[in-house]
T-cell receptor
C-alpha cells in the first residue's frame, strides 16, 4: 500500500510552453503533498507545500506564478511549469504524507527537459 | 530498473540506544548517495550525502553513514539516539554519469520511534 504515482516520468518540451506534472496518492488520502526539485549534483530542494483546498506555501525564491500548484482533491496535486525555459530543466519529485502514524511516500519523479 | 532497499520499515529504540539503518542499492556504476530525514509535519531535510572521497560521511545531528561499494550499501548510524530523532528516514541514490546524473531514487523509508 501507500503508493504515490507521478506522471509523466519524462517530458521534453519547447521553450515557452507549459508542462503539467501530476502527483496522485493511489490508496490513501493526502492532505499535504510536497514538491521538490533536484539540481545537478545537489540534493533536493523543497519548492512548495501543497495543501488540499487551499493555496500552496512556496519556499523563498520559488516563483509562484511560474510554478503553479493545485491540490484540488485529497488524492491529486499538480505542478505546472509555465512558460518553461531551459533553466527549468530538472528533476521534480513529489511526496505525500500517508498520515500522522505512517509517514511519507515519494513519487518516482519527473525528468523535465526544456529545449 | 534501479532500486533502493531499506530493510526496516519501523524501528523502535529507547533513548541512548545505538542506531543503524540499512540501505542497499542495485546500480553497479558510480552513484551519489543521500540520507534524508522527515520529521512529523515537516518537509524533507538532508542529513548527509556522499559524492566521492572518504566513504565514511558525517552529517548533521551526530549522524554518519558509511559507503561500502562492494556491498552496494550506505548504512546510516548514530551512536546514541534522542527522543527528538523520532522521524522517518529515507535513503536515496542517483546514478552519476560524470557530466550528468540520472533520476533520484528513494527507498521506502524507515520510521524511527525513540522512546523517552
Amino acid at each position: 500500500g501507500a503508493v504515490v504515482s507521478q506522471h509523466p516520468s519524462r517530458v521534453i518540451c519547447k521553450s515557452g510552453t507549459s508542462v503539467k506534472i501530476e502527483c496522485r496518492s493511489l490508496d490513501f488520502q493526502a492532505t499535504t503533498m510536497f514538491w521538490y526539485r533536484q539540481f545537478p549534483k545537489q540534493s533536493l530542494m523543497l519548492m512548495a507545500t501543497s495543501n488540499e483546498g487551499s493555496k500552496a506555501t512556496y519556499e523563498q525564491g520559488v516563483e509562484k506564478d511560474k510554478f503553479l500548484i493545485n491540490h484540488a482533491s485529497l488524492t491529486l496535486s499538480t505542478l505546472t511549469v509555465t512558460s518553461a525555459h531551459p533553466e527549468d530543466s530538472s528533476f521534480y519529485i513529489c511526496s505525500a504524507e500517508r498520515g500522522p502514524n505512517y509517514g511519507y511516500t515519494f513519487g518516482s519523479g519527473t525528468r523535465l527537459t526544456v529545449v | 530498473a534501479q532500486s533502493v532497499s531499506q530493510h526496516n520499515h519501523h524501528v523502535i529504540l529507547s533513548e541512548a540506544a545505538s542506531l543503524e539503518l540499512g540501505c542497499n542499492y542495485s546500480y553497479g556504476g558510480t552513484v551519489n548517495l543521500f540520507w534524508y530525514v522527515q520529521y512529523p509535519g515537516q518537509h524533507l531535510q538532508l542529513l548527509l550525502k556522499y559524492f566521492s572521497g572518504d566513504p565514511l560521511v558525517k552529517g548533521i545531528k551526530g549522524f554518519e553513514a558509511e559507503f561500502i561499494k562492494s556491498k552496494f550499501s550506505f548504512n546510516l548510524r548514530k551512536p546514541s539516539v534522542q527522543w527528538s530523532d523520532t522521524a522517518e528516514y529515507f535513503c536515496a541514490v542517483v546514478e552519476n554519469y560524470g557530466g550528468s546524473q540520472g533520476n533520484l531514487i528513494f527507498g521506502k523509508g524507515t520510521k524511527l520511534s525513540v522512546k523517552p
